[in-house]
């Protein structure tokens, strides 16, 4: 039987950070992807994945990163509608897709993919783009064959020969505003965001990675219209990373500096960076 979850008001969470920063460079055990900041944190409070267990409040969420990590941070999953349309494995991948770097390699001949970051302020060197559309209350995807870049022009033609046209996409694929807002009420409502600082010893086989926990930001009250803001401003960032053998899943992330925007509510409760 497993041992009992240990509840923290969040005052002792925020005293349970301070003890754990007090402890200096801590041992890295879970591996090098960019998820190992955040399980070596949750074995450290001894708790399960990104559950925080405050009782008598609102779910709250633990985000944690490398402090010189490049890496957005991802906020959540979410596949765009119409769902019964498979957006993605059948219109994006299917129609829109383009010959994997794997190709004939790791996967398949005919292996295709579907990768971008995109965001609503630039459209990406095949033409796609974020777009807000407040008369429709939903966050879309548009195409825009005229931005593709004349390195492209051949996957343009077989866009072309697949969709029969090159306007916008017959099926636009959207997230409406009140399903982002429930997934964000799920997942985003309050949360502590953690970065950590990263060191490197010894050789080899024998090298060995540290993180030291000296930074935490207390964010609350995650606010609906600061959200649509944040994407129209392009601050958000829509993530696709499919293949015909496998969709890694949609990802909604953004910059950290860019977190506080998206609430009420920010108070960095414990800053001990460069010291």
């Not at 979850?5 to 879970?30: D, H, M, T, V």
């Not at 950590?196 to 930001?217: I, P, Q, R, T």
């Not at 959200?227 to 293949?243: L, N, S, T």
Request: hydrophobic share 35%; aromatic share 12%.
């Amino acid at each position: 039987m497993s041992p009992q979850l240990q509840a923290f008001s969040k005052e002792e969470l925020i005293e349970k950070f301070k003890e754990i920063y007090s402890k200096g460079w801590i041992l890295n055990k879970r591996g090098r992807n960019d998820g190992a900041v955040g399980n070596t944190l949750e074995d450290l409070l001894g708790i399960p994945e990104n559950n925080l267990p405050i009782p008598n409040a609102a779910e709250w969420e633990l985000k944690a990163q490398r402090s010189n990590t490049s890496s957005l941070l991802t906020m959540f999953h979410m596949e765009p509608s119409p769902r019964a349309m498979k957006v993605v494995p059948d219109i994006l991948l299917l129609k829109y897709g383009w010959k994997s770097a794997e190709a004939g390699k790791k996967y398949p001949e005919d292996e295709k993919s579907f990768r971008g970051t995109l965001n609503a302020q630039n459209f990406t060197d095949r033409g796609f783009k974020v777009q807000v559309n407040d008369k429709e209350r939903r966050v879309e995807i548009v195409f825009d064959s005229t931005i593709t870049s004349e390195r492209h022009s051949d996957w343009r033609k077989s866009v072309l020969t697949r969709v029969g046209h090159l306007n916008n996409f017959d099926i636009v694929p959207y997230w409406g505003f009140d399903d982002l807002f429930h997934k964000a009420g799920v997942k985003l409502t309050n949360c502590f965001y953690v970065q950590a600082d990263e060191k490197w010893e010894g050789k080899g086989k024998n090298k060995k990675n540290y993180f030291l926990y000296n930074y935490v930001l207390k964010l609350s009250q995650f606010d609906q219209s600061k959200f649509i803001e944040a994407i129209r401003a392009g601050k958000v960032y829509v993530d696709f990373d499919a293949r015909t053998g496998h969709n890694h899943g949609t990802k909604f992330r953004i910059r950290y500096t860019d977190i506080p925007s998206l609430y009420k509510n920010a108070e960095v409760v414990l800053d001990e960076r460069n010291k």
